[in-house]
């Protein structure tokens, strides 16, 4: 069987297609998504999902959460004194709901389609990628989040579709792609986007405004106060998706500090924010080539475009309404299935295609030499450019530009700047030439990008017929051995199980509540966790499920709307 995986920044959904539509897969606790967030007890019990979301402020030194953001980065992520990598953290989350589906299907799962941001880079694909293997899945295709999203949409009503856009902002990362359905053909005809700004970035400025009202000390980069405020600007920004004001509150030190914010407080405090949607919005229009009234409609994508300041900048924006016709949490997974049943090739969907576009432009460095004679290192020569559809193969032909070099060294960036020290550098590649005067050696340089968006670089010297190909050469690149390594190790943790979610889940909930709230509430926590905990022990299923839903309410009711 093949699942969609929506593997987002906040949170986590699988997906199947089946009898002709996609269904999401609820989880353990019964919800269809999953916290990404990953958590390690003092037993050395790995909890994954909502679990471990809950003990962010609690045991936050044990806790990771947002590691999307550096995916593709060989930074070290502790959980107590077990190192991981955001990679290392992503197949946990695969891994957890591989075992999720393969639970409610009755079927193993062997593959699966995975959704990346379209802005992700080459490094932070292959990261995806290989968290899929080491979460034991055979990564079928990757797929860019809004374009899974306009496979949703597409796919919900089969019909032909002139361009829309699909505005998708979610925890972490922001996506803009333009899309068309013709004939069954599911086109990207231009995307763009910012991958550092999403929710987590309006909770920032939430909870800036309050800590300098409260006068509270500035939370420094890490720690407790930190997790706190975040927390605590988290549910202060969902309350306000549906009031005019909303209270912030956190307990720091024992006591409770506690103001009032109002929509228009916070939308001013957002205000930064909502302008740096703008760009990626102009871009996207500008390389599809399209007015604004050739849009046929604006689909909302990503829960944090619930937030009634965003719904009002795109309103502005395109002076119309936008469509939020599937749930913007869910649309993404959904694709994911849908491209999951093109691959298993399920009849139902015989007539349908996509075709997908390269979200930015890749090339090498070049030495540059004006007509006065001035040499400039470091220019960007374009190879492939944005937004050309893919799979697509494009060569260049360049000359040695030294008298007897005997190496051609180019290095490989992704970016749109026209110098090279301004984009991503991918890796490089170094092929021997043979030695001749200036510009008489000429080597051809060829790109090939797959529809998952992963790059393959081929060099040539057609005097020599010397071939060289591209193998990133950046540290964190890992051969298939370290993989089996990394897989193994993996495997060797502990994780929780699964029976014993829910109540893992309701433990860290009300912890994170007991030290979120002080004086009698506090007291009413500390006893429902006692009770529930004597519960536990008479191991009565039944007792325990009554119990845990009691508690539950309990919490929901202290603590309004709950996060999922
Ligand atoms: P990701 O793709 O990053 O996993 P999601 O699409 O699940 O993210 O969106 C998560 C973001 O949506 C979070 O920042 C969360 O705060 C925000 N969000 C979800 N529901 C609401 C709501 N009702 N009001 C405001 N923001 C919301
Ligand atoms: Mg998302």
């Known amino acids: 069987m093949i699942v969609g995986i929506d593997l987002g920044t906040t949170n986590s959904a699988v997906a199947i297609w089946r009898e002709g539509a996609a269904h999401l897969i609820p989880n353990s606790l019964g919800d269809l998504l999953t916290p990404s967030a990953v958590s390690m007890t003092d037993d050395g019990d790995v909890l994954i999902g909502a679990a471990a979301r809950d003990r962010q ?12 953001r550096l995916m593709g980065t060989p930074k070290p992520i502790h959980l107590g004194t077990t190192r991981f990598t955001a990679e290392d953290l992503s197949a946990l989350i695969l891994r957890n709901l591989k075992r999720d589906a393969e639970q409610y299907c009755g079927e193993e799962v062997t593959g699966a389609v995975i959704t990346v941001p379209a802005y992700f880079n080459d490094r932070q694909r292959k990261a995806t990628r290989r968290a899929g293997e080491l979460a034991g899945l055979n990564v079928e ?33 922001f996506d803009v792609s333009i899309v068309e359905i013709f004939d069954g053909i599911v086109e990207v005809r231009a ?21 300098q009202r409260l006068g509270l000390p500035a939370p420094g980069s890490m720690g407790p106060l930190r997790e706190l405020m975040r927390a605590a600007a988290e549910r202060t920004r969902r309350a306000l998706t549906h009031a005019d004001a909303a209270s912030f509150s956190v307990v720091w030190d024992d006591r409770e500090y506690r103001t009032d914010i109002a929509a228009d407080e916070f939308e001013a405090a957002a205000a930064r924010l909502v302008e740096k949607l703008r760009e990626p919005v102009l871009r996207a229009m500008r390389d599809s080539r399209l007015r604004i009234d050739e849009i046929s409609e604006i689909v909302l994508v990503g829960g944090a475009t619930r937030m009634p300041v965003v719904r009002k900048a795109v309103t502005r924006m395109f002076s119309r309404f936008p469509n939020s016709g599937i749930d913007p949490d869910r ?17 139902d969907l015989a007539e349908i295609r996509l075709t997908d576009v390269c979200p930015f432009t890749l090339g090498v460095d070049v030495m540059e030499q004006d007509r006065a ?105 890992v051969g298939t051995t370290d993989l089996e390594e990394r897989r193994a190790a993996l495997a060797l943790l502990k994780v929780h199980p699964r029976d014993q979610d829910a109540n893992v889940a309701l433990l860290s909930r009300a912890e994170r509540c007991y030290e979120a709230f002080i004086g009698d509430a506090r007291d009413d926590i500390g006893q429902l966790i006692a009770q529930f905990e004597s519960t536990l022990s008479t191991q009565d299923e039944r007792l325990i499920a009554d119990m845990r839903r009691e508690a539950n309410d309990e919490l929901d009711r202290l603590e309004g709307e709950r996060f999922l």
């Not at 806790?63 to 999307?68: C, G, I, L, P, Q």
């Not at 505005?167 to 972490?172: C, H, I, P």
């Not at 200036?438 to 020599?464: H, K, M, N, W």
């Open 57 to 68: 402020a609690t045991h936050h030194k044990m806790t990771a959460t947002v590691f999307k």
């Open 141 to 173: 295709r990757l797929v860019n989040e809004p374009t899974a999203a306009a496979l949703a949409y597409g796919i919900a009503d089969r019909s032909d579709r002139e361009p829309f856009l699909v505005f998708d902002l979610g925890g972490g990362t």
């Open 191 to 211: 995307s763009a986007g910012d991958n550092r700004l999403g929710g987590e970035d309006f909770n920032d400025a939430l909870a800036l405004l309050a800590q």
């Open 331 to 347: 649309a993404i997974a959904l694709g994911a299935a849908v491209q999951a049943g093109l691959k298993a090739k399920s009849v």
């Open 373 to 477: 004679g001035n040499v400039r290192h470091g220019v960007f020569a374009p190879i492939i450019e944005r937004n050309t559809i893919l799979p697509t193969s494009r060569s260049h032909r360049f000359q040695t530009a030294h008298h007897h070099q005997n190496t051609v060294a180019f290095g490989i960036y992704q970016g749109e700047s026209r110098l090279v020290s301004a984009n991503v550098q991918l890796g490089s590649v170094t092929i021997p030439v043979p030695t001749r005067p200036a510009g008489q050696v000429v080597v051809d340089c060829r790109f090939s990008y797959d529809v998952s968006g992963l790059l393959e670089v081929d060099v040539t010297i057609p005097a020599t017929g010397a071939t060289h190909q591209l193998v990133i050469c950046d540290d964190e690149e």
